[in-house]
């Protein structure tokens, strides 16, 4: 099993920057990927970002990247998603979660473990 805890979300303004932290616990076979999936009020979730955690490999929804960043701390065991630029349309609840096998590193039906989730609000 995997636990994992978000933090860093918040109240930022338009072209500010924020940093996500999702702390993780409990076995490393169950983390082959870790990602970011982000739901805005009334919409679906949606994926942001993935990486896979021992090879560090990323991957971005077209829409983040060159903003988004993520990467991870192994030493750490935490994981991170540097969001700069940030626009209205970036408000959402901000999602960790962890993906235990080697395919779908950005499909949500394959990450079996979630975070609570961390607000992020973009004020224009």
């Known amino acids: 099993q995997v636990q994992l805890v978000e933090s860093g979300g918040g109240l930022v303004q338009a072209g500010g920057s924020l940093r996500l932290s999702c702390a993780v616990s409990?076995?490393?076979?169950?983390?082959?990927?870790m990602g970011w999936f982000r739901q805005a009020p009334g919409k679906d979730r949606n994926f942001v970002a993935s990486?896979?955690?021992?090879?560090?490999?990323?991957y971005y929804a077209d829409s983040e990247k060159g903003r988004f960043t993520i990467s991870r701390d192994k030493s750490k065991n935490t994981v991170y998603l540097q969001m700069n630029s940030l626009k209205s349309e970036d408000t959402a609840v901000y999602y960790c979660?962890?993906?235990?096998?080697?395919?779908?590193?950005?499909?949500?039906?394959?990450?079996?473990?979630w975070g609570q989730g961390t607000q992020v609000t973009v004020s224009s």
């Open positions: 990486i896979t955690w021992s090879a560090g490999n990323t």
């Open positions: 409990g076995r490393t076979r169950s983390r082959y990927a």
């Open positions: 979660a962890a993906n235990p096998s080697m395919v779908g590193v950005t499909t949500m039906d394959y990450f079996d473990y």
